[in-house]
């Protein structure tokens, strides 16, 4: 699940490329190509909330809010209704430096997810964990039982044209 500047709401990332991706709205469902030229991906893992001691993952908040009886505000709410709920649901907040419109975000990015039977959690580093596992063995093992592999040289850099002065 990720972020994208200047577009509203979730996506779910479908694929990348060099130069963007490919992006589908949770909301309307709308399978779309994002540039990285215009736009920049925030995944919803690394987003991470001010409090009055250290931050926070949003994955935390997003569990608060589930845990919470308290009935979730509308997303076009005034911004002391959407404080106010957060002073219940998360008091360790730090609402000086996490703007009304960041809270606002945060309640329709959980409605977005909840509406869409999203699990909300971490990944977790088992992945990565055996990953590292694998090619630690390809190391470990040499040219012994290992097929050669051959190195590929990479081609030249490209000359950028830059256009001709006229006189």
Known sequence: MVSVTGLGGLF????????????????DKTTRFVSNRVHSFSHLESI????VKDNVNLVDIFTAMKDSKEPLPDGKADAKAIKSYFEKVYPDMDFERVYGSDMKKMVKWFDILTRNNVEIKLSDNNGEEKTEAVAEKKTATGNTGAPKTTAVKSAPPKKINTPRKMA
Request: hydrophobic residues 35%; negative net charge.
């Open 12 to 27: 779910e990332l479908i694929s990348s490329k060099a130069d963007g991706g490919v992006v589908r709205s949770l909301e």
């Open 48 to 51: 991470e909330i001010y409090t």
